[in-house]
């Protein structure tokens, strides 16, 4: 009967001098370090971990912000400014604000400081959102807040509420971005565009809020599909005036709600469809929101309905429009107070404490 063969070791003879000897080949690699990365990928990385941080260092410290690539950036480009400028008065709103406020008028007109906050699409609710995170983070905080609203602001139901939920999200772990994490990411234009500039040799960034052609008076198809979505369900929710004093009494700033001007055709087509609840009815509903804490109000929003010539369309205002707005509220916004008090003196201020002393609170 054949014996069992023996197990096969690998081996290696070789013959010298009649002799052979046997040698032991290498053992294979083990499992770490076949899990170890390569050289070239260890650069890689390292190489990546130093842009990161370049970066970090300087996007938010020398303000380099040349063509917006992501949310995450235009935020931090809002908090570069705020750090730098400290101004004293705070404009919030949406792209009505964007398109309707000339802060360096207002500025020049008022002699204080002034700084626009503008988030596309965002109801009254999301701006103030975005205000307590950028309370939260600011070196100084505010004397004054002005919002710049139309009465869709209001509306808990309509496209700008769905549109709002990154606002609301963004200081939560809800708002968690890719580029939010990744500076890298998140300014990837900024960098090609830099690039760009630099070996176009001229600049490669948008001008900043062109005038539109005037509007003709006239809802076009598109815009009347969109507005209708923004009065959708609609409903005036006065919830966030509530947090918005609870913010006002805890930073000491002043707050003036402004409704700004829109065309009659704007006007026209709500109360044509909501015969219950006309514009003129919200309006009164906000003004008495406010004045439940001590908020100023300005009513703008039928100041020139009829002047085409000061509108792009139903609700934003041209480069004509944004002059006679800054203008009305810089003689609206008047102070009778040092800025650091943050009071308001005009025929709607509410008499209220005198602040002796400003919260501080690390930037």
Same mark, same amino acid.
């Given at each position: 009967?054949?014996?069992?063969?023996?197990?096969?070791? +690998?081996?290696?003879?070789?013959?010298?001098?009649?002799?052979?000897?046997?040698?032991?080949?290498?053992?294979?690699?083990?499992?770490?370090?076949?899990?170890? +990365?390569?050289?070239?990928?260890?650069?890689?990385?390292?190489?990546?971990?130093?842009?990161?941080?370049?970066?970090?260092?300087?996007?938010?410290?020398?303000?380099?912000?040349?063509?917006?690539?992501?949310?995450?950036?235009?935020?931090?480009?809002?908090?570069?400014?705020?750090?730098?400028?400290?101004?004293?008065?705070?404009?919030?709103?949406?792209?009505?604000?964007?398109?309707?406020?000339?802060?360096?008028?207002?500025?020049?007109?008022?002699?204080?400081?002034?700084?626009?906050?503008?988030?596309?699409?965002?109801?009254?609710?999301?701006?103030?959102?975005?205000?307590?995170?950028?309370?939260?983070?600011?070196?100084?905080? +505010?004397?004054?807040?002005?919002?710049?609203?139309?009465?869709?602001?209001?509306?808990?139901?309509?496209?700008?509420?769905?549109?709002?939920?990154?606002?609301?999200?963004?200081?939560?772990?809800?708002?968690?971005?890719?580029?939010?994490?990744?500076?890298?990411?998140?300014?990837?234009?900024?960098?090609?565009?830099?690039?760009?500039?630099?070996?176009?040799?001229?600049?490669?960034?948008?001008?900043?809020?062109?005038?539109?052609?005037?509007?003709?008076?006239?809802?076009?198809?598109?815009?009347?599909?969109?507005?209708?979505?923004?009065?959708?369900?609609?409903?005036?929710?006065?919830?966030?005036?509530?947090?918005?004093?609870?913010?006002?009494?805890?930073?000491?700033?002043?707050?003036?709600?402004?409704?700004?001007?829109?065309?009659?055709?704007?006007?026209?087509?709500?109360?044509?469809?909501?015969?219950?609840?006309?514009?003129?009815?919200?309006?009164?509903?906000?003004?008495?929101?406010?004045?439940?804490?001590?908020?100023?109000?300005?009513?703008?929003?039928?100041?020139?309905?009829?002047?085409?010539?000061?509108?792009?369309?139903?609700?934003?205002?041209?480069?004509?429009?944004?002059?006679?707005?800054?203008?009305?509220?810089?003689?609206?916004?008047?102070?009778?107070?040092?800025?650091?008090?943050?009071?308001?003196?005009?025929?709607?201020?509410?008499?209220?404490?005198?602040?002796?002393?400003?919260?501080?609170?690390?930037?």
């Amino acid at each position: 009967m054949r014996s069992p063969m023996p197990p096969f070791t +690998p081996t290696s003879t070789t013959a010298t001098s009649g002799t052979t000897a046997t040698i032991p080949t290498a053992a294979p690699p083990s499992l770490w370090r076949l899990l170890l +990365p390569s050289r070239a990928l260890l650069l890689a990385l390292v190489l990546l971990l130093f842009a990161e941080l370049a970066v970090r260092l300087l996007v938010p410290n020398l303000g380099w912000y040349e063509g917006l690539s992501s949310f995450t950036q235009w935020v931090d480009r809002l908090r570069y400014e705020l750090r730098t400028q400290r101004p004293d008065t705070w404009f919030l709103g949406n792209s009505v604000l964007a398109y309707g406020v000339d802060v360096d008028q207002y500025a020049a007109e008022t002699g204080h400081t002034a700084l626009a906050l503008p988030f596309g699409g965002a109801t009254f609710q999301g701006e103030i959102a975005m205000l307590e995170y950028f309370l939260r983070r600011a070196p100084v905080a +505010p004397s004054n807040v002005i919002f710049c609203l139309t009465k869709d602001d209001f509306n808990p139901n309509g496209e700008r509420a769905f549109t709002s939920r990154k606002y609301l999200e963004f200081d939560t772990w809800r708002g968690l971005s890719f580029d939010r994490v990744f500076k890298l990411a998140g300014s990837r234009n900024t960098i090609m565009n830099t690039l760009k500039s630099a070996i176009l040799r001229r600049p490669t960034a948008a001008a900043k809020n062109p005038s539109e052609p005037s509007f003709q008076g006239v809802i076009p198809p598109e815009k009347y599909d969109f507005m209708a979505r923004l009065m959708k369900d609609y409903a005036f929710d006065p919830a966030p005036f509530d947090h918005l004093a609870d913010l006002a009494r805890k930073y000491h700033f002043s707050v003036r709600i402004v409704l700004v001007p829109v065309a009659r055709a704007y006007l026209d087509f709500h109360d044509a469809a909501r015969p219950d609840l006309p514009a003129a009815d919200i309006h009164a509903a906000a003004s008495a929101a406010a004045a439940a804490h001590s908020f100023a109000f300005s009513d703008f929003s039928r100041a020139f309905p009829d002047d085409l010539p000061s509108f792009s369309d139903p609700y934003h205002l041209t480069a004509l429009g944004r002059s006679r707005l800054t203008s009305l509220l810089a003689s609206a916004c008047r102070f009778s107070l040092p800025r650091e008090e943050g009071a308001w003196h005009t025929e709607e201020t509410v008499s209220r404490p005198k602040r002796l002393v400003r919260q501080g609170r690390a930037p």
